[in-house]
């Protein structure tokens, strides 16, 4: 198993300018979500998933989009870069959807963004 | 709803030992923690749920007292390899599907 996999690992954004944050996993985990990581913020929850179709807000949702068409995707989306989206973003998933953030967290790689 | 963790750092000499906290403002189901090592992911601790029942690594030990709404973390015979960013992360009960970090705790081990 790959486990959780995030592309790219690092990006460098100008104002205005759009992307997607790419993650996949391949445990079938029901539950996904994504963090962002700022110094002295610890991690921050923008956008979660309990399966394939529903998605809600998490903590700091504003300026990004996500969608679930399957269960091993999960992309994030920022449709606008602004430099205070600058930082480190997680995905994480785990196995069910009924307890998922009550269960363990499985953690990729991170991607690196500074936008500019 | 982010928890609040003490200290925010602590240096130890290898073999001594060191307590970690972690206490919210609301009633928890569920405290969990991650190690983080510079520039990687989070790892997967403990998790410690509302009634008693904990799941985790044999060597790492953490308590949770579900009335004052706090955990702490017990760090014992440190090894370098302890070094890292500790970061607790809590579930609370009012149904929602959300696990709010702390800001962490950065423990350094010297030799």
């Known amino acids: 198993n790959a486990g959780v996999t995030q592309t790219p690992k690092f990006q460098v954004l100008k104002t205005g300018q759009s992307m997607t944050l790419q993650c996949a996993q391949d445990?079938?985990?029901?539950?996904m979500s994504w963090y962002r990581q700022d110094p002295g913020m610890g991690l921050r929850l923008i956008h979660y998933s309990v399966g394939a179709g529903i998605t809600d807000q998490g903590e700091v949702p504003n300026g990004y989009n996500v969608s679930r068409s399957t269960t091993e995707d999960f992309p994030l989306r920022l449709l606008s870069a602004a430099p205070s989206q600058t930082s480190v973003y997680f995905c994480a998933s785990s196995y069910s959807s009924s307890g998922g953030a009550q269960e363990t967290q499985y953690f990729g790689p991170g991607t690196r963004l500074l936008v500019l | 709803q982010q928890p609040v963790q003490s200290p925010q750092a602590v240096i130890l000499r290898e073999g001594e030992d060191a307590v970690i906290n972690c206490s919210s403002s609301k009633a928890l189901y569920s405290v969990h923690w991650y190690r983080q090592k510079h520039g990687e992911a989070p790892v997967f601790l403990m998790i410690l749920l509302k009634g008693g029942e904990q799941k985790g690594h044999d060597k790492i030990s953490a308590s949770f007292n579900e009335k004052k709404q706090q955990s702490s973390l017990y760090l014992t015979a440190s090894q370098l390899s302890y070094s890292g960013t500790y970061f607790c992360?809590?579930?609370?009960?009012?149904?929602?599907?959300?696990?709010?970090f702390g800001t962490g705790t950065r423990l350094t081990v010297i030799p």
């Open positions: 992360g809590t579930v609370d009960q009012t149904g929602a599907n959300n696990l709010f």
């Open positions: 445990m079938n985990h029901e539950y």
